[in-house]
């Protein structure tokens, strides 16, 4: 896979994220998908974004930083939400933050089969 197509199949699933479009998830993630090294497949994958929605009624990925080296991608998400009661074990309790988060990507077959996650808690922190 070449640079241009994997940011562009990134930008795709992102776009399928903000827009919540669930049928079409299985189009990016691999059905064995490992998220932070935890073994979730397509539909514990899933499970973790409706969470995540559910959660953070607001949510919206913002790329701001986007860098291709096929098969892997490193990307920093900006958000800026409003969290329902406790986020990442913080009572954030609806207050809206700004933070970031830093993704690391290795697609297999043209989709994501790992994750690697961090996201920047010491920026909640210091908002709270």
Known sequence: ???????????????CLNKQDWPILGQFVHDEAIHNGRPLGLSGYLEMLERDFDEIPDLYFDIR??????????SRLSFDCAPRGTFLGLDVSGKRISFAENVFYEFQRGKIRQVWSVIDRAAIEAQL
Request: proline share 8%; aromatic share 12%; hydrophobic share 50%.
């Open 1 to 15: 896979m070449i640079k241009s197509d994997l940011s562009d199949l990134y930008r795709g699933y992102i776009a």
């Open 65 to 74: 930083l986007l860098v291709a080296d096929p098969p892997y991608m490193a």
